[in-house]
Structures are given as structure tokens and as C-alpha cells.
């Protein structure tokens, strides 16, 4: 059976599965889409394909294909029937407050805000909050001249809980959520801020806070950013990530940061997409461990610190990204130690 030409095909995908001991993949679950009456709707029928002595086993669900989607369809039907139901008892009974901590926000300084969610209904209600709230695009950044704010930072993997809330009891989602840590602020001037919600999206989402943002000296983050935004080709994007981030006013000094350009999004990560990584001052465990393999790596140092970049498959689709790059954020030559 050709599987890497079936699992290749646009309309399919695959999902888990097993491993043998010499990591060679034994089980997979296929997904092939298939069309309904509404142009809208789709199931997903689904293969179990297994590897055997004698070969390669398909095994699925059989019945008439008719027959197969009315079932999946009104079983998809009362899925959503029950979410939709959900969502609204969540939505009445759940209030999500944004408190500002800071008296002024300034540029290239921190941001910070308390996020808390109340259950203001008369019954105890169990909702789905994940690992971490207050990351992939939690809130609503509005800025000058009504521009919404990018969210920036990386794509995490998270969990989800199912949490209890008593009547009247509040939980504290984020104590001190840095939202210029997460949003390219850059421009002085009026800015509002919304917290999105929990799971379900848009359930809980709390007040409006508007505030004024002060001028100030962007932070190391934004200014590598800014520097990279003129010389990144047509169609490419950027992340960033603060894994260590410091609140002291030495804007020199702030911590690790990831800077991920990405030209062409990998099926599962950026990894094996095409881009750039860089790695603007690491400390030694990271140069070791995160992201392994950056050994060998060290293009120099720049304001912010020594720079450390590893390239995926980035000359072909741009190039001069070597020299622009290093022009870019004045990299200078130095002998590692």
C-alpha cells in the first residue's frame, strides 16, 4: 500500500499512533474529509492504519457511506447543540476583571495587569481555563488611530483543567501579566485593553481599560524588531519570545530573547518550516540545551548581546538573509571563548 503517497495528499492528515523500539512508526490515524449536503459542514472519516507482519492493515468503520455521514452529522449536530448551550451558561454566569498596576505605562517599560474571573451567577459552575491564560493571543490591544496591536510572541502548547468556581468566588488568572511582553507597543499615545477570555473563546471576557502610553526607549525585543522589519521579504513573519526578562531599568540587560522569522510555516512547527532563529544574549545553559544544536552558531555581538543564529532552509526563499541580517542589527565579528 503507497501510505506516504496517501498521507501526502491534501485532503488527508494524520494524527497519534505507535512506535516501535527503534522509533519506527508502526500505527497512525488517517482523516479523510468528506463533503456534506451543507457546504459548510464536513466529517472526518477516520482510518486506523497499522503495520503487521504480512504488511500494512487499514481498519475503519464500515457501513454505507450515506448511512455513515447522517450519523457523524447529528452527532456533530448535537455536539455543537450542547457547546452552544455551554457557552451560554458560561457567559452568564462568568465575569472576567482587567486591573491596571502600573500608574503609567511608558514605552520599552513593563505593563502589567491583574486578571481575575468571578462567578457571579447563584450556582457553582465548571469551566475549562488552561495551563497558562494569559498566552496566544489573550487579549485585545487597541491603539492609536483605532489600529489593532499584533499579538508577537510564540505559540505555546498548553493545558487545560476543569476548574469548579463557586458562587461569588474569584480566581486569579494572571497577578501581574505583562501585556507589552506579549504586543508590539512601540507609539505613544491612547491605547484600550480587553482580556479575551476563556475556553470557549469569548467567554469571560472582561472590561475595557484604556490608558495612555507614555513615550519612552523601546525595549531590547522591540528594538531588534524594528531593525529586522525593514530588510524581512514580502510575506514573511516574526515571533518573539522573553524566556528570562528582567524589570530593572538597565534596557542593556533584559533577559534572553527569541526572535523566530518565518517564511514558510512547518506542518507541525516552525522547525521544519523555513526561516531564521535568532538568539540574542543566551546564557550558557541555553547555548547548551535551548535550542539544541546551537554550538557553532555564534554570528557575533550586537547592543543587546552576543547573537546566535540557526537558519532553516532560510537562502531559499531569501537569500541575502546572512547580510541583512547582520547589517541590520550591527552585528560585530567576535572569537567565541
Known amino acids: 500500500m503507497p501510505v506516504d503517497e496517501i498521507t501526502s495528499l491534501s485532503r488527508f492528515w494524520t494524527s497519534g499512533g505507535r512506535y516501535n523500539r527503534d522509533g519506527q512508526q508502526v500505527e497512525f490515524h488517517c482523516f479523510l474529509r468528506i463533503p456534506t449536503m451543507d457546504p459548510e459542514e464536513a466529517v472526518d472519516w477516520i482510518w486506523t492504519v497499522g ?45 472576567a476583571r482587567l486591573t491596571a498596576l502600573n500608574k503609567e505605562f511608558v514605552i520599552g517599560q513593563p505593563m502589567l ?23 496566544n493571543d489573550p487579549m485585545i490591544v487597541i491603539g492609536p488611530n483605532e489600529n489593532n496591536i499584533e499579538y508577537v510572541d510564540t505559540s505555546y502548547q498548553t493545558g487545560m483543567r476543569d476548574e469548579e468556581i463557586e458562587p461569588g468566588e474569584t480566581i486569579i488568572l494572571a497577578d501581574k501579566y505583562d501585556v507589552a511582553s506579549q504586543y508590539h507597543i512601540i507609539k505613544a499615545g491612547k491605547y484600550t485593553f480587553q482580556f ?71 506542518r507541525k512547527t516552525v522547525d521544519e518550516g523555513i526561516g ?49 541580517i547582520i547589517k541590520a542589527l550591527n552585528i560585530e565579528k567576535v572569537e567565541p571563548d
Open 276 to 324: 531564521v532563529l535568532i538568539v540574542v544574549n543566551p546564557t550558557e545553559d541555553i547555548i547548551a540545551v535551548e535550542p539544541e544544536g546551537f554550538e557553532g552558531h555564534l554570528w557575533g555581538r550586537c547592543k543587546w548581546g552576543d547573537v546566535y543564529v540557526k537558519p532553516f532552509d532560510a537562502d531559499l526563499l531569501w537569500p541575502e538573509y546572512k547580510e541583512q
Open 51 to 95: 503495520k503487521s507482519d504480512k504488511g500494512w492493515v487499514i481498519d475503519f468503520e464500515t457501513m454505507p457511506l450515506e448511512k455513515w455521514i447522517e450519523k457523524e452529522t447529528a452527532r456533530l449536530n448535537r455536539e455543537k447543540e450542547e457547546a452552544r448551550m455551554k457557552r451560554e451558561e458560561l457567559k452568564k454566569g462568568i465575569e
Open 196 to 266: 479575551r477570555g476563556i475556553w470557549p473563546p469569548g467567554t469571560g471576557s472582561s472590561n475595557i481599560v484604556e490608558k495612555d502610553v507614555m513615550p519612552g526607549e523601546l525595549s531590547p525585543a522591540d528594538s531588534i524588531v524594528e531593525r529586522l522589519l525593514p530588510v524581512l521579504p514580502e510575506g514573511w513573519v516574526f515571533t518573539w519570545r522573553l524566556l528570562t526578562k528582567k524589570t530593572s531599568s538597565d534596557s542593556e540587560s533584559n533577559g534572553c530573547i527569541f526572535v523566530h522569522l518565518i517564511g514558510e510555516q512547518g
Open 113 to 135: 495587569f491583574r486578571v481575575e474571573m468571578t462567578n457571579i451567577s447563584e450556582s457553582p459552575i465548571r469551566c475549562m481555563v488552561t495551563s497558562s491564560a494569559m498566552v
